[in-house]
C-alpha cells in the first residue's frame, strides 16, 4: 500500500513519466530485435531446465538432483506460470520484474537525495540494461532476484531515516527471499539474523515482543528450505551449489593453470579431491589462486550478456552491453574511494546516512567479490548488484556534488568535522 501511495505522488512528475516512456521504447526495441518467446529458447540452458525439474518435483514429479542446488522459490514462481500461460506467462512477469526494477530504483533515490533529475538518471542506466531484458527471455532467475534487490534498496530508502524496526525487517524478508532465489544471499540473510538482530533489535523486541511475531513469519521460508536440504541431503545451507561451484571452477580452474591441462580434463582429476586435500593444494599455491580469483572478478565486471549471443547472436544489442559494461567497470574502480570518503564523513556528522551506505555498500561487493569463484557466465555473475550500485553510486556523488569547495577540499583531507 505504502509502495503504491508514494509511486501515486511521483507520478505527477514528468522524470517519472519521460523514464517510464523511455523504459517501453526499449522494451518495444527489443522485443522488435529478439522477438517473442519461445519453449526451446526458454529452456536453452541446462540451468532452466534444472529449475523445471525441481518445480516438477515440487507438484509431485520425479526427484533430481538439482534440489540440492536450487532453492524453491523460483522453481515454485516458474511452475506456476507455466501452468497459467506457459513460457508466454513466464516472460510477461519477468519483463515486469524489469519494470518495476526501473521504477524502484528511481523511487530509492528520489526518497534518498530529493532530486527527481538523479532519480531519472539512475532509472535510465537500469532501462538500457539489455542484459537484464534479455535474461526475460529465458527461464533463469535473475530477473526476479534484481526486482527482489531493487525492493531491498527501496524498503532501506524508505526506512533508513527513522524506522529502525521496518528497516530491520523489510531487509531481513528481502534477504530470505533473495537466499530461496539466488543462495549467494545466504550468507547475507545469516549476518542480518546473527549480527543486525543482536545489536539492533533485542531491545525492540523487549519493548515490543509482539514484533516476535513478524521476524518469526519471515523466518519461515528459510526454515523450509532448510528443511529440505537437511532431511535430503544433511546439509545445513538453502543450496550445496557453493561448494561444487568453487571446487569445479575456480579450483579447477587454477589447477588447469597451474598444470598446464584442458579445463575439462582437470575438473575429472580434482573429482576425487577431499575438501581437506583441495585445502592443502591451495595452500600451497595461494598465490596463483588469489591471481585466478581476482582475474575472475575483473572478467566477470566486463563480461557481455551471454543471452544476447546464445543461443542467437544479437550483434548491435551484444556491442552496446558489452561496450556499457566496460564503462560500469570503470565506474566501480572510481567510486569506491569516494565511496570511503562519504562513509567516513557521515560516520562523523551523519549516522544515519551511514547506514543507508553500509546497508547498500555490504551486499554490493559481497556479490562483486563472490562472482570471483565462478567464471564464462557472462555478466550474470554481478548483474544482481545492478539495484545497489546505482542507487548508491548516485547518492555518493550527489553527496559529493552538495559539498562547498572548502568541504570538498576538507573531505580529501581527511578532515570531517
Known sequence: MALSKSIGNLIVHHQLRLLNFIALLIFIIVVARMGFPSKEIMFVSED????????????????????????????????????????????????????????????SIQRITFNNKAALFGGLICAFNISVLSLTYHALSET?????????????AKNFRENRVALFHGMLLMLVLLALVKPVFFILALLCIIIALPV?????????????????????????????????????????????????????QTYSVINNLDIEVARTAITPYTKDEILDYIGNNFGAFI?????????????????????????????????ANHVYSWIHSLSFIPIVLISLRCLVQDRKKLILISCLAIPLYYIIFSSGVAYSQGDRLVILCLPLWIVLYTQVY????????????????????
Open 48 to 107: 532452466s531446465v534444472g529449475y523445471l525439474e525441481v518445480a516438477n518435483w515440487l507438484f509431485g514429479g520425479a526427484d533430481t538432483d538439482y534440489i540440492s542446488i536450487r532453492p524453491i522459490l523460483y522453481p515454485l514462481l516458474l511452475k506456476v506460470l507455466m501452468s497459467i500461460g506457459g513460457v508466454w506467462a513466464v516472460w510477461v512477469i519477468q519483463a515486469a520484474f524489469w519494470f518495476a526494477s526501473v521504477n524502484l530504483i528511481y523511487l
Open 144 to 156: 526476479l532476484a534484481i526486482f527482489l534487490v531493487s525492493l531491498f534498496t527501496y524498503i532501506i
Open 200 to 252: 539492533y533489535m533485542i531491545a525492540e523486541y523487549k519493548r515490543h515482543p509482539s514484533q516476535l511475531i513478524k521476524l518469526f513469519l519471515i523466518l519461515i521460508p528459510l526454515v523450509i528450505q532448510l528443511g529440505i536440504m537437511i532431511s535430503k541431503y544433511d546439509v545445513y545451507n538453502v543450496s550445496d551449489i557453493g561448494g561444487t561451484t568453487f571446487k569445479y571452477y575456480l579450483f579447477a
Open 291 to 323: 591471481d585466478r580469483y581476482w582475474l575472475n572478478i575483473q572478467q566477470n565486471i566486463n563480461s557481455g550478456a551471454v543471452y544476447l549471443y546464445y543461443p542467437i547472436d544479437y550483434p548491435i544489442l551484444k556491442t552496446f552491453m558489452s561496450n
Open 398 to 417: 550527489m553527496e559529493i556534488a552538495n559539498l562547498s569547495k572548502e568541504q570538498k577540499i576538507n573531505l580529501l583531507k581527511l578532515k570531517f568535522k
